[in-house]
């Protein structure tokens, strides 16, 4: 199941094995903050470059 990270107004999506395998180097680099891990339930997902030809 898709699983949202969410740091400082950034969102990731991707599986909790991938985000888990980030958690290590995002808790080198941030000094402050908040990260949260959140199951997600994707209604609908539009890419924002649309081909204007």
Not at 24 to 52: A, C, M, Q, W
Request: proline residues 4%; aromatic residues 4%.
């Amino acid at each position: 199941m898709p699983r949202s990270s969410e740091r400082g107004g950034s969102h990731l999506i991707d599986t909790e094995e991938n985000l888990n395998k980030l958690l290590p180097f995002l808790d080198e680099i941030i000094s402050g903050g908040l990260i949260t891990l959140e199951k997600v339930r994707v209604i609908r997902y539009r890419h924002g470059n649309k081909d204007k030809r």
